[in-house]
């Protein structure tokens, strides 16, 4: 049943909660994608099934949280995050973060590590506002978001077009992680379909380069695609964080 977290500045956060054993759950959604989606239910099932504790919420402006999407941004969204585990979990949780989720993922971890039992990622897409959108823009679309704040963007998952603001751009370089040290002292595992059309292969090997921790692994998935949500691929999610499980209890 969906409940709700009056989280920071009065944005009200949806959220499905399991109970179950330690250390739990949570998954963290991409970018205009909500709890909703196959990857986050397959996990409830998983966990319940296992008896595990398991989370998933809406960002604000996504699913059934407050707030319209197109006036949130990376900051508003990692501090989203930081209220439901904060306030909804308790111990170390593994973290399941998916495209943008990933990025948020990382942004917690480096916020608080000693929450962390660890770490799974799938296509995790950080610093994508930089180098994905703003890195993509042509010259028009870059006057565009200066002149009017927003520009649109065809999308391949909704009829809508995306809408790119210039604070969504310039609020993404404040929380970068890419251009600093980036300790994972747990265990980590990345998951990166060799098809992406989103999220180049290329951003989890880079990924996997600059982090720095004693159990970091990257998985390819010849063939997969930006959702990796193949029976095949959903159950790699399930076998990654039984891994990181294993190391943590």
Excluded at 15 to 36: A, C, E, H, I, K
Excluded at 151 to 165: G, K, M, R
Excluded at 233 to 242: F, P, R, T, V
Aim: one cysteine or more; proline letters at 5%.
């Amino acid at each position: 049943m969906t409940q709700y977290l009056e989280g920071p500045q009065g944005r009200r956060i949806a959220y499905n909660r399991v109970g179950g054993q330690g250390p739990g759950v949570v998954f963290l959604g991409g970018f205009r994608s909500d709890m909703q989606g196959s990857k986050a239910l397959w996990l409830e099932d998983w966990a319940r099934g296992r008896g595990r504790a398991f989370l998933r919420f809406d960002y604000s402006g996504h699913g059934e949280s407050s707030g319209a999407f197109d006036e949130g941004a990376i900051g508003d969204w990692f501090q989203d995050a930081l209220a439901v585990i904060r306030g909804l979990t308790e111990g170390p949780q593994v973290l399941v973060g998916s495209s943008m989720g990933g990025w948020i993922s990382l942004l917690v971890a480096r916020t608080m590590p000693e929450r962390l039992a660890g770490l799974v990622t799938v296509a995790a897409a950080p610093d994508f506002t930089e180098r994905g959108f703003w890195a993509g823009f042509s010259k028009a679309e870059r006057a565009a978001l200066a002149e009017s704040g927003r520009v649109e963007l065809p999308s391949d998952y909704a009829d809508e077009p995306y809408v790119i603001t210039r604070r969504l751009i310039e609020d993404g370089r404040d929380h970068l992680v890419l251009d600093k040290p980036l300790p994972l002292p747990f265990p980590v595992r990345f998951l990166q379909g060799t098809a992406d059309a989103d999220v180049p292969m290329s951003w989890a090997l880079d990924l996997l380069d600059h982090a720095s921790g004693e159990d970091m692994r990257l998985t390819l998935v010849k063939g997969a695609d930006h959702r990796f949500s193949t029976p095949d691929c959903l159950e790699l999610i399930g076998a990654a964080i039984n891994e990181v499980l294993a190391c943590a209890e």
